[in-house]
């Protein structure tokens, strides 16, 4: 196994002290680390620099592209140095810059490339896969490009990491699959790639939810009206009213209709009486307020609020209530609230397996789905990989060993819901922020004057009749007077 180690482009695999290496490869997002030790002495006097990119290969493939962030350093003793290197991929480059940017009608892939190539060097976008998501707004304010990204993904239900090639991704989620799946079938080119005894499964009950309660936003309900007396209303000619209602009510006394405003909002001298939304309540203006006998109508459609509680039986009986509350104020209807909570009983209903195995053969990575298929176990499970961790198993790096975590992919429905909404209703995201760049300018500028000799003159000054100059000029030192 061909394994190279480089730093700031030159290979360094011979000073390495491979029993240190440790390459954690964590979920899409999460950044992933390398650490390694180096030793400096009298006939090895190289020092690894701060800030320079590591490159790890293993037979021609990238196994980890990043920067040195951080080197610990500890005497040996008198003639030796040892010097622990902690490295963190791509991601780090992306947290140089802050985006300030707002992107309006237009869709997710053409922000990416936006901010890729505004904001960052040396990046690519082929792993970016998101044309069919459509944009109607969305700000970024002050953030660094991977905080940009993750909001992105958290926008659409997308995920994304940055590889070891500088190459951005962006895609749906749990659709890598990996290079290579298990099977203990002789038959399968896919048999024996892994060891087959560090297989090891975990049965988890701890994430399953059977009972949903979801609290939505506000739905649109049948016009109600609200009668009162003159005399129920306030000292200030307020009238309460038991509804929020969607739009400004309809108002009469004694059948006669009355222009309405909104309080804090409109002019209140120009409207017989104003409206306030939050505070529920109608106020009378001044002049207008009516006599103690007059009927008062309020006529509108209520907002109510959404809130659907789903059990999920069959669960329920075998497990026992295991409740969980979601609250998503874009939920605007009680069938999109029934339907995120079937997609999170969908979802969570189930006991989770985890569990890990180890390999010799590169090429896994956090996030890509592999099928594990073991007949004598009966497991038939395609699964996420959480993590994988490179450890070497020889001094000289020849040898390595991948450990690898992984969880059974949980039912699409909470996913397959998102996009759905994201495709039936425009994305919108922080658009009351105002976004400010001001960009710092650096201009110069010269200039030289040149005086001329002065002339010098001496007293006793008096006044003079200079012969073809100005007539009774009085001089003094270099300035005149005429």
Not at 99 to 109: A, F, G, L, P, S
Not at 116 to 144: E, H, M, P, Q, W
Not at 436 to 460: E, K, Q, R, Y
Request: aromatic content about 10%.
């Amino acid at each position: 196994m061909s394994v190279i180690l480089t730093i700031d482009g030159v290979d360094k695999s011979s000073v390495i002290l491979w029993k240190t290496l440790d390459r954690d490869n964590r979920l899409n997002n999460q950044p992933d680390t390398l650490t390694f030790s180096i030793r400096k002495t009298e006939s090895q006097t190289y020092e690894p620099p701060i800030f320079k990119e590591v490159i790890l290969t293993i037979n021609g493939i990238r196994e980890f592209g990043g920067r040195i962030i951080r080197i610990d350093q500890q005497l040996v003793n008198a003639k030796m140095i040892q010097y622990k290197v902690t490295c963190q991929d791509y991601i780090y480059d992306l947290n140089g810059q802050l985006v300030t940017e707002r992107y309006t009608d237009t869709n997710v892939q053409a922000v990416i490339l936006d901010i890729i190539t505004k904001y960052t060097t040396g990046f690519t976008t082929a792993g970016v896969s998101a044309l069919g998501l459509s944009i109607d707004s969305v700000a970024f304010n002050r953030i660094t490009v991977a905080e940009a990204m993750e909001k992105l993904a958290r926008l659409t239900a997308y995920s994304w990491y940055v590889d070891y090639n500088k190459d951005v991704h962006f895609f749906p989620k749990n659709e890598e699959v990996a290079p290579f799946n298990l099977t203990d079938n002789e038959a399968s080119p896919d048999f024996n790639k892994y060891i087959y005894n560090s297989l090891t499964l975990q049965d988890d009950l701890s994430q399953l939810r059977n009972t949903i309660l979801v609290q939505g936003g506000e739905k649109i309900g049948n016009t109600r009206s609200i009668t009162r007396l003159g005399s129920e209303l306030s000292s200030e000619g307020s009238m309460n009213l038991e509804y929020k209602f969607s739009e400004k009510p309809a108002v009469t006394v004694d059948s006669v209709a009355q222009t309405v405003g909104i309080d804090f909002i409109d002019d209140e001298l120009l409207f017989d009486c104003v409206w306030s939304f939050q505070q529920k309540y109608i106020r009378f203006t001044a002049g207008n307020i009516p006599t103690a006998l007059q009927s008062i109508d309020a006529s509108g459609t209520p907002l109510y609020p959404i809130i659907v509680n789903v059990p999920e039986p069959i669960s329920v009986a075998e497990y026992g209530v295991k409740e969980f509350a979601v609250r998503d104020k874009t939920i605007l209807s009680d069938d999109e609230a029934i339907e995120r909570a079937l997609a999170e009983i969908r979802a969570y209903g189930e006991n989770l397996i985890s569990g890990a195995f180890e390999t010799e053969v590169p090429g896994l990575r956090a996030g890509q789905l592999i099928s594990i298929v073991d007949t004598f176990q009966g497991i038939g499970e395609q699964v996420v990989i959480q993590q994988v961790k490179l450890i070497p198993t020889d001094p000289n790096g020849d040898k390595l060993l991948f450990k690898v975590k992984f969880a059974t992919l949980k039912k699409m429905g909470i996913l397959e819901f998102l996009q759905k909404q994201l495709l039936d209703e425009e994305l919108s995201e922080d658009e009351a922020e105002t976004l400010l760049s001001f960009l710092i300018l650096s201009d110069t500028a010269t200039f030289s004057d040149v005086l001329s000799t002065p002339s010098i003159s001496t007293g006793p000054y008096k006044w003079s009749n200079d012969v073809g100059t100005t007539p009774d000029k009085l001089i003094m030192n270099f300035g005149t007077w005429s």
